[in-house]
Nanobody, 117 residues
Framework: QLQLVESGGGLVQPGGSLRLSCAAS??????????VGWFRQAPGKQRELVAS???????NYADSVKGRFTISKGNAKNTVYLQMNSLKPGDTAVYYC?????????WGRGTQVIVSS
């Protein structure tokens, strides 16, 4: 069973930065073959895709975060990062990591990001 654990969330002022980490663990599992996405869910709203990276390294971003967020794979295997810059109050949400391979989906439990002065 692949397990995903997010970390790096917290309280930050508008304009600030955070780096979220998604660490995968599980006997014999590697994220190398998975598409990994960062999703977020704000109170009262549906979960939305923020950024994704394919097994080949291609990236995709929601329009609302383009130019501010960067998704990347870590040098250490089984870690994916989300660098978030120029944060806005509208970025406040619980951020979830997802790993997908064909019809298989794994989710982490999320990490809270609050952007407020």
């Amino acid at each position: 069973q692949l397990q995903l654990v997010e970390s790096g969330g917290g309280l930050v002022q508008p304009g600030g930065s955070l780096r979220l980490s998604c660490a995968a663990s599980g006997s014999g599992f590697t994220l190398d073959y998975y598409a990994v996405g960062w999703f977020r869910q704000a109170p009262g709203k549906q979960r939305e895709l923020v950024a994704s990276i394919t097994s080949g390294g291609s990236t995709n971003y929601a329009d609302s975060v383009k130019g501010r967020f960067t998704i990347s794979k870590g040098n250490a295997k089984n870690t994916v990062y989300l660098q978030m810059n120029s944060l806005k109050p509208g970025d406040t949400a619980v951020y979830y990591c997802n790993a997908a391979l064909f019809s298989i989906n794994y989710w982490g439990r999320g990490t809270q990001v609050i952007v407020s002065s």
